[in-house]
């Protein structure tokens, strides 16, 4: 088993910066592909952001693209997602996830998950 743990959400003013962390535990002898997702009451989980295990790859989200940065350090196993320029609509609970068979793009596809961990924007 792995384990996720997310930290860095808050409240923040649109226009401003987050910067959140995904610290992975237990059995890490692999490293996984991983991703961010969000989510808002009563809506499906999106995919934010998604890393390769070499972090030679990124893929973004349209409405997070040139705002979000998604990076990855194998030596701490961690993943990080910088978020600038954040708006209200990016307001959510932002989960990471590892370990997808099948499509990467939908949060089905993913085994690990962490708890998730709150991002509010005031506007």
């Known amino acids: 088993q792995v384990q996720l743990m997310e930290s860095g959400g808050g409240l923040v003013q649109a226009g401003g910066s987050l910067s959140l962390s995904c610290s992975a535990s237990?059995?890490?002898?692999?490293?996984?592909?991983m991703a961010w997702f969000r989510q808002n009451p009563g809506k499906e989980r999106e995919l934010v952001a998604h890393i390769t295990l070499s972090g030679g790859s990124t893929l973004y989200a349209d409405s997070v693209k040139g705002r979000f940065t998604i990076s990855r350090d194998n030596a701490k196993k961690a993943v990080y997602l910088q978020m600038n320029s954040l708006k209200s609509e990016d307001t959510a609970v932002y989960f990471c996830?590892?370990?997808?068979?099948?499509?990467?793009?939908?949060?089905?596809?993913?085994?690990?998950w962490g708890q998730g961990t709150q991002v509010t924007v005031s506007s």
């Open positions: 237990g059995r890490t002898d692999d490293l996984y592909a």
């Open positions: 996830a590892a370990r997808f068979f099948g499509n990467y793009r939908t949060a089905g596809a993913y085994e690990y």
